[in-house]
Nanobody, 130 residues
């Protein structure tokens, strides 16, 4: 059984940086495209970005491109979300997700479709104070 566990969340001030980690167990990590999503209270789940199995290609929500970056280390079964210049509106629960059957030609449309992800972490809270 695949498990995803996020860590690294917390309370930070506006302008700070934070790096979240998502550790996978249960096997097959290098076969999965990995995504990051967030959900703020009273709001819908929002796509942040995704990274392909090899780590060569990343996709980001346009509104977050340039501030957020995703990387992965397949040897450590871990995917990372680097967040810079954080704003109060970035406050949310951040979750990672794994798609173990990504198409050969993985597109932005695939990446942002949360229904394509097979496993989800429990999420980690990020709170940005002004």
């Amino acid at each position: 059984q695949v498990q995803l566990v996020e860590s690294g969340g917390g309370l930070v001030q506006a302008g700070d940086s934070l790096r979240l980690s998502c550790a996978a167990s249960g096997g097959g990590f290098s076969s999965a495209a990995m995504g990051w999503f967030r959900q703020a209270p009273g709001k819908e789940r929002e796509f942040i970005g995704s990274i392909t199995r090899s780590g060569i290609t990343t996709y980001y929500a346009n509104s977050l491109k340039g501030r957020f970056a995703i990387a992965r280390d397949n040897a450590k079964n871990t995917v990372y979300l680097q967040m810079n210049s954080l704003r109060p509106e970035d406050t949310a629960v951040y979750s990672c997700a794994a798609d173990f059957d990504p198409p050969t030609y993985y597109t932005y449309r695939d990446a942002r479709d949360y229904t394509k992800y097979d496993y989800w972490g429990q999420g980690t809270q990020v709170t940005v104070s002004s």
